[in-house]
């Protein structure tokens, strides 16, 4: 049998063999084993101590048996010095690099930076005192993540090297990159404030501060290409960062705030914003509310929304996402209202909102656990260009909900009812058996059953328990 086939047929059956079963390949003879490694191009490993001599030598030997490697996610305990001069050595073709593990060393990122000259995508962790001047000597960088760690020293005397050495800045092709645990005194990170112009995507966590303000802002001010922004737990500096947006940045249109707002800087953002916003996703459960949501009906640059998401957002009603509603009416894609107890507490605010968006897509009930049959109905009956519908966690919604499903969405392809546990095995089977464009059902495995398990399969349908 294993002299059947050659090399390169075998090697594309391995590419077609699903994730959880191809790590059995190598276990069928030595030559499979080869055949597989050669072929791998992406790996994610958790590497334990010992990192003594022998342990990395290991290490490296099982790299080199990947030659077409380029995306690698470790993760190591300590010792980032002599795992990374092995990833370095051994894999030239590398690409991505996630590398989980207490802060790397600059000689170790200048060593990866020559040995790896093809690196485009680097995530690591880093120490105070901050310099990052190692960065001009990964040429073909695109997106780089850096979450910063160790105390903060009284100064941080980078800040000083930076200064000095600010005669040596240039530009970087930065599209993405995303920052955690900046302090108030890492002042170091201005560096990348004054040469990321052309960054697409910012992303912010944990930032209690941005560095440099001044060089912040003229960041956001020169940042004519920025397209996305996230920021995640940073209450501290939303309010800067709204203000700057609102007043300078034309191009965004997608942003995320989770875990910390400000109810006065999202008001000046929705007021003053010119950017064409395409996509809102706030997880902000003390901080928005309706004259936000009204605020934005109102404003014309967000006619063009067509993705947004609340979570958690406890001080909206009915008021606010209906007045969303009348003026996203012939734009908006995706809705999802995850865990905001406005869906069970205002009845017939879904039947409203499935009357006026009737270019739905996606819709998210998820976690609103006191949602009855007969609101998500009334819905349905509107929304019947869905092929996306999330409703995890409802825990009230029985085999009618299902039924509904069937007669109203037509266009179905993916379904989440998992921890509906008023959706019964019957519920399940009515549902698998007769919607056509269904491909992907999340559902518990106890509610399969044998008929929905053959039909799915026959159907090439996708179950995900």
Not at 82 to 87: D, F, R, T
Not at 432 to 438: D, H, K, T, Y
Request: glycine share 4%; proline share 4%; with cysteine.
């Amino acid at each position: 049998m294993d002299t059947l086939f050659c090399d390169e047929l075998l090697q594309e059956i391995f590419h077609r063999i699903p994730p959880p079963s191809a790590s059995a390949v190598s276990l069928v003879s030595r030559r499979w084993c080869r055949l597989l490694r050669s072929s791998t191009s992406s790996l994610s490993l958790n590497f334990p101590p010992p990192y003594n001599p022998t342990a990395i030598t290991s290490f490296s030997t099982f790299l080199r048996q990947h030659p077409f490697l380029s995306s690698l996610s470790a993760t190591a305990a300590a010792g980032d010095h002599p795992i990374l001069l092995a990833v370095a050595s051994s894999c030239p073709n590398l690409r991505h690099l996630r590398f989980l593990s207490p802060p790397v060393s600059v000689f170790s990122l200048c060593t990866l930076s020559t040995s790896c000259a093809h690196l485009s995508s680097i995530a690591v962790t880093v120490s105070r005192p901050l310099s990052l001047r190692w960065l001009p000597r990964f040429k073909s960088l695109k997106f780089l993540s850096l979450v910063i760690t160790n105390p903060l020293t009284e100064i941080d005397d980078s800040e000083l090297g930076e200064v000095k050495y600010a005669v040596f800045d240039g530009e970087l092709s930065l599209d993405s990159l995303s920052l955690c645990g900046i302090s108030a005194g890492d002042h170091g990170i201005s560096y990348l404030w004054r040469n990321c112009k052309n960054v697409k995507k910012l992303h912010l966590k944990s930032c209690e501060s941005v560095g440099d303000y001044p060089s912040f802002s003229g960041f956001l001010r020169l940042a004519s290409d920025l397209q996305e922004l996230e920021l995640r737990s940073c209450r501290s500096i939303i309010d800067v960062v709204m203000l700057t947006l609102a007043e300078n940045c034309a191009s965004l249109n997608s942003l995320l705030i989770y875990d910390g707002g400000s109810r006065e800087g999202l008001a000046q953002f929705f007021n003053r914003s010119k950017s064409s916003l395409r996509n809102l996703d706030f997880r902000l459960p003390l901080d928005l509310d309706n004259t936000h949501l009204i605020t934005l009906s109102e404003n014309f640059h967000f006619r063009g929304l067509m993705s947004l998401r609340l979570q958690s957002c406890c001080l909206v009603t009915g008021e606010g996402l209906k007045a969303v509603g009348r003026a996203l009416a012939h734009g908006l894609e995706e809705l999802a209202l995850i865990n905001c107890d406005v869906v069970e507490r205002e009845l017939g605010l879904l039947t409203t909102l499935g009357q006026d968006l009737k270019k739905l897509r996606k819709l998210d009930l998820s976690y609103n656990d006191m949602l009855l049959d007969k609101e998500l109905v009334s819905m349905l009956a509107s929304c019947d260009c869905l092929v996306e519908l999330k409703l995890r966690g409802c825990s009230k919604l029985t085999n009618a909900a299902v039924g509904a499903m069937v007669k109203s969405c037509k266009k179905l392809q993916h379904v989440d009812i998992t921890y509906c546990r008023s959706i019964e095995v019957q519920g399940v089977e009515l549902f698998v058996l007769n919607s056509p464009c269904l491909r992907r059902v999340e559902v518990e495995q106890s509610k399969l059953s044998e008929v929905a398990r053959t039909w799915a399969s026959n159907r090439f349908m996708q179950i995900v328990y």
